[in-house]
C-alpha cells in the first residue's frame, strides 16, 4: 500500500528543498568572478604533456600510434573550448600531439623554450584568451605552478593522460587535474 505525505509535509520538503537550492547557487556564486568584466577577463590554460612517444633511438622522436590516438581524443575533448592559442616546445612529439588540436581550430602552433619556463609563463599570463600547452614531463606540473597553480607532482615517466586545466583571474589561479585517455596505471 502507498502511503503519501500530508500536505503539509510535502510543503516543508519543498521549503527545504528550496532553501537547499539557494544555498548552493550562493556557494556557487561566491566562487565566481563577482561581475560579467571578471569572467571575461578570465585566462584558461589547459596544459598536458606530450603523448606516448615512439623509441626510436633518437633524442627527438615522434609519437607512437598510441600517442596519435591520444592525441586525437585531446583535440575532441578540446573542440568546443574556445582555444585561441596553441604553444609547444620546438621538439616533434609536442608538435605532434598539438598537430590534431591545431588543424581541428585552425590555429597556428607556437613554439617556446622548454628551458625557460618563466618566460612562457608570463607569456600565458600577459595574453588574454584559452590556450593549450604541450609539454613534457619534467616541465608541465613546473609550468603550472608558475602560473600558481597545483602541479600534484612529479609526472612518472609512463604518464601520458594528465590534462591541467589553470584559469588566471585578478584574484589568483586555480587549478583542476583530469585524467583522458588510457590511464596510467602504477
Known amino acids: 500500500m502507498h502511503r503519501s505525505c500530508p500536505t503539509r509535509s510535502r510543503t516543508t520538503v519543498g521549503r527545504l528543498l528550496s532553501l537547499h537550492a539557494i544555498i548552493v547557487l550562493v556557494a556557487c556564486v561566491a566562487i565566481l568572478p563577482t561581475t560579467a568584466e571578471g569572467q571575461a577577463d578570465a585566462t584558461v590554460v589547459y596544459l598536458v604533456r606530450h603523448a606516448e612517444r615512439a623509441e626510436d633511438g633518437t633524442s627527438d622522436p615522434v609519437i607512437s ?25 620546438n621538439y616533434r612529439r609536442t608538435r605532434g600531439t598539438a598537430r590534431p588540436t591545431a588543424e581541428a581550430t585552425g590555429i597556428e602552433m607556437r613554439t617556446y623554450d622548454a628551458r625557460n619556463l618563466a618566460q612562457i609563463a608570463e607569456r600565458l599570463r600577459s595574453t588574454p ?4 600547452v604541450i609539454g613534457h614531463s619534467n616541465t608541465t606540473p613546473q609550468l603550472v605552478e608558475l602560473l600558481g597553480g597545483d602541479g600534484a607532482g612529479e609526472i612518472h615517466e609512463l604518464e601520458y593522460d594528465r590534462l591541467y ?17 588510457d590511464p596510467f596505471e602504477r
Open 65 to 89: 600510434l598510441p600517442g596519435w590516438d591520444r592525441s586525437r581524443l585531446l583535440a575532441d575533448m578540446l573542440q568546443d573550448a574556445g582555444l585561441t592559442h596553441i604553444h609547444t616546445s
Open 129 to 132: 584568451g584559452r590556450h593549450l
Open 165 to 181: 586545466v589553470v584559469t588566471l583571474t585578478d584574484n589568483g589561479a586555480s587549478t583542476v587535474l583530469l585524467r583522458f585517455g
